[in-house]
Structures are given as structure tokens and as C-alpha cells.
């Protein structure tokens, strides 16, 4: 596998790649992982999987979280490695992992599958901000076009982003698996200790939003909705938990609309337990991202019983079903504040929401989803010879490299 991306950089690629590698080994598919180097990241991450070969990186313009892996540290490792070694690429990414990774197996008579992780028709704008949002839609859809005839088969998280895809002109073969979610590892945490460590009382009505803080997440229109939210509930609190671009801008924003005492920024959390404290905190999840190929984070908080009022835009359309777990609002401060104090207020819906969520979840586990990625592996390689002598090549890279025991 290779990707642009991996923790300790904390995102839903990451968690996404992950969960998978940890679910492939169960099924006896050994993988190896290239990624990127966060030396001198202010986030400490503790390396335990010898499958994992860091790559020298440096920092992204315009988005200091990220690394710009070397393209001649990923042509390295990846000649390190045994030709023979591996049955299949699977690059995460669009940068230099995947054009590294397309370089390499064609080189190397592999075939090539691409998670398709992050809609960049709607990202991409956010992070070069010189040019016209018209102009950045129409490039990120031509390198769409352009990378997917590179491989030789997609993986998309949900089935709005696939028909997204096709309508851009993307023809390769695509098979619709989302990420799973490690339900057992949700079990057990305590929403008590989030709310003393913060002083949050256990009668003070509390909605919660974990993601990183990016300018497409869209958690500006969250801000907008808690003021309309406080006309209501006036000592209601909004936990934000995470950490990125956009946070010095959300707390301005929040302190220009004095929701100071309504709003508690609490940063990164650790997945090994602070997180899940922090998600059972909440009598209820907000969100309202128009850019998420699935959203993950909507079915970790379904997980942990607590009721979601949401958007349904791209790939939450696929995981949302209004009344099971969640509600769906409009991206409407009238409409979404409105169902937010539904579940606040009405003790009864909000406890069945909340079972109805954690039954839900129960259908996205990791271990079928990744087994269907498995058996998607198998199909790519008993109808594919690897490489087409044809496909044009670029100068990019990040992938993951697959093969049986």
C-alpha cells in the first residue's frame, strides 16, 4: 500500500487505512505500507508495525498538518522491495504515492487498485486559494479523469461519489465498498470523565463535532446554527474536538458571534479512549461537511448511541437514513438548529435514536467490509495481466503494496 498520509497525521484516511490493514491480516493478506515521515510533528506516534516504511517528507504549503512525501524516497523504497514480493498496488492517495505507485507497478507487471478518498472537486478549492473556484473545480476534475485511466480499478467509499466520478468521464472498472467501523473497540468508555475533566455538568445539554478543523468540513455553518441553537437552549455547549487549518478562523468566528461560553475547542483526542469519552458526552452529533466520500465519524458516533442531526450530502447520503439513528437536516440554520433541539429537549427520542444508531452501526463492521475488499483484490487479479503497456505516466507518489501469505 502507499499513501500520501498516515498517523500520527489523525484523519479519516488514515483511520481508514488502518482499520483495513488490520482486518486484511485476520484474513492471512499480509500488506505493506509506504508512508510518510512526520519527524518533527508536534503529534508523537509510537511506530509498532514493522509493515510500515516511512518515507522522508517535508511541509505542505497552505496546510502545515500534511507531508509532501520525496519522490525519490518513495522510488526508493519501493525498488527496495522485492519485485516478486507483492500481487498487488493499492495506492490511498493522489499525490506523489500515486504516480509513484503507477510508476512502480507497471515496472514491476502489478496491478493496480485506488481508494478514492477524498472529493477534490470541493477540497481542492480551499487549499489554493489564488485561483477561481470554477477553475479549481474543472482541474480537479480533469486529474480525476486523468489518474483513474492510470489503474487499474477503484474502490469508492459510497455510491454518490461513484456516479460523481462517472459523470466527470472515469470508465475503469469501480467497485462501492465503504470503510467499516472496529464497533468492539467502542464499547466500555465513559462519558462521566469528559464532562469533569472540562466542568461540564451532567444536566447541561451538550452537542458534539469531531473532524479535523478544514475549511470544507463546513463547520462555519455549525457556528451559524449554535447561535440560532442558544436563542433556545442558551446553556447549551458545542464540543469541537480536532485540530487543522480553519481553527484560528473558527474561533474568531466564534468570538465575533460571542459564543465564547457556548463553544469548547478541546483539540486533538487520543482514539484509545479520550475520543469515545468525548462522543458519549454529547446528548447528540453535528455535522454538516459537504465533501466526505463516506463519513466515518457519523457511524462512530451511531456506534456509541448518540444521536446524529446531520446534512446528507455526497457520501453521507449513503450512510444516513433519516429516524435511524440520526436526523437529517437541511443546510438551513432554521431547519438543522430545529432537529438539534429535538434531540436535546425530547429525552425520548434521543434514547431511541440512540439504540436505533448502535444497531445500525452493527452493519458497517470492518471485518465484512474489508473482506469485501478482499474479494475484490481477487477479482482484480484473476482479470488483469498488470499493467497496460499503453497507460501514460506522470511524476507523483503514494500506495500499498498487497500479497497473500
Known sequence: MIS??????????????????????????????????????????????????????????????????????????????????????????????????????????????????????????????????????????????????KVSSLIVPSSPMLKTIRDYGVSCPAETIPTGIEAPNLIGNNSGIFRRRFGISQQQPVVVHVGRLAFEKNIFFLIDMLQRLVEDIPNVIMVIAGEGPATK??????????????VLFVGYLSRNDDLWDCFRAGDAFVFASRTETQGLVLLEAMALGVPVV??????????????????VADEDVADFSSKVTQVLTDRILRARLGEQGKRYARRWSASEMSARVADYYDDILSSTDGFDEEQELSVFPTAEAVTRK
Open 4 to 149: 500520501d498520509v498516515f498517523f500520527p497525521r489523525v484523519n479519516g484516511v488514515s483511520t481508514s487505512i488502518e482499520t483495513l490493514r488490520k482486518e486484511l491480516h485476520k484474513l492471512d493478506i499480509e500488506t505493506v505500507l509506504v508512508a510518510p515521515d512526520y519527524t518533527g510533528s508536534k503529534k508523537t506516534y509510537l511506530e509498532k508495525d514493522t509493515g510500515i516504511t516511512r518515507v522522508p517528507s517535508r511541509k505542505v504549503p497552505f496546510d502545515p498538518e500534511d507531508r509532501l512525501m520525496s519522490t525519490r524516497g518513495v522510488c526508493q523504497a519501493l525498488e527496495n522491495f522485492g519485485k516478486s514480493q507483492f500481487d498487488l498496488v493499492h495506492i490511498h492517495t493522489p499525490f506523489v504515492a500515486h504516480y509513484s505507485g503507477v510508476k512502480w507497478a507497471r515496472q514491476s507487471g502489478l496491478p493496480t487498485v485506488e481508494t478514492y478518498h477524498t472529493f477534490f472537486e470541493e477540497y481542492l478549492y480551499h487549499y489554493i486559494p489564488l485561483l477561481p473556484k470554477s477553475w479549481s473545480k474543472f482541474l480537479a476534475r480533469r486529474l480525476t479523469v486523468s489518474q483513474c485511466k
Open 249 to 262: 478562523a473558527l474561533k474568531s468566528r466564534v468570538e465575533c458571534l460571542g459564543l465564547t461560553q457556548n
Open 310 to 327: 446531520s446534512t446528507a450530502v455526497m457520501g453521507t447520503r449513503d450512510v444516513l437514513q433519516d429516524g435511524l439513528g440520526c436526523l
